[in-house]
């Protein structure tokens, strides 16, 4: 049996009713959530360190303009509007991105159309990249007790959405997330770190400062075809890349960086 997609709803904006601003934060993660020793990294440097989790910010009124735009972007390379958009698969010329491979210039027009998807949609980006060597190594419980570095990303980009809804201006304001299924382990885990944050706060946020943030988290199968979560993993690798090497050529990164969230008290 074919289910809905979870997107396929109208979506409701501000009114005079004084309806609720809805925005969807759409997760995605570069690295992994394994923990090594200092003596492993010591004696294998392949292991990987960082843990980086991405959020594209899209308000609800906007969604169809996303839709519109990749579904015509998806329709212009392959005649159909099914194909999902896979960060590793692009990279690497797989699956339906195999056309890239043997017509380099396809993928160069690919990159171009997609930053044009980006200007069109206009999504907020934020970003919370752990560095797990340093983290274990300043924090050695961490490792002890085998914490997970992607949830305690997870409440630093939490920290950083609650910033960008309480700037909205707007009192009604909601903010949801979106984050593709795992497995039913992993997503129990960090479904139980998000009602902590929103019923407790954290280490430095009380839990009014989460106030804006919906009381369910979303977890989405990515066979639905979501353009926001599609959107979310295509520039998760790049804020990775500049995080873990900030030295490295990263054309992507350049061009993205200008959607990122600033406080307006932080520099830009």
Known sequence: MK??????????????????????????????????????????????????????IIPNDQKHILKEQLAELKKYFWNIDSVILHSVEIRHKQGAFAIFHYKPELYDEFKVKIIEVFKQ??????????????????????????????????????????????????????????VEKRNPK????????YKRVIENGTQYKTKDYFRKLSDKLDFDEKNYNIPGLQLSDYCSYPFYINHRFPARTNELYQILRSHIFFHKKWPT
């Open 3 to 56: 289910r809905n997609n979870p997107e396929d709803v109208t979506n409701v904006t501000e009114s005079e009713n004084n309806i609720p601003i809805h925005f969807t934060l759409y997760l995605d993660e570069s690295g992994d959530h394994l923990l090594y020793s200092e003596e492993e990294y010591l004696t294998n440097s392949d292991l990987e360190t960082h843990c980086t989790l991405t959020g594209v």
């Open 121 to 178: 949609a206009s999504p907020t980006i934020i970003c919370s990249s752990l560095n797990k060597r340093t983290w274990i190594a300043m924090y050695p419980r961490k490792y002890y007790f085998k914490d997970d570095p992607y949830e305690q990303a997870f409440v630093f980009l939490l920290e950083r959405y609650a910033r960008f809804l309480n700037e909205q201006g707007s009192k009604n304001v909601v903010g949801k997330i979106s």
């Open 186 to 193: 992993k997503d129990k885990a960090l479904l139980q770190t």
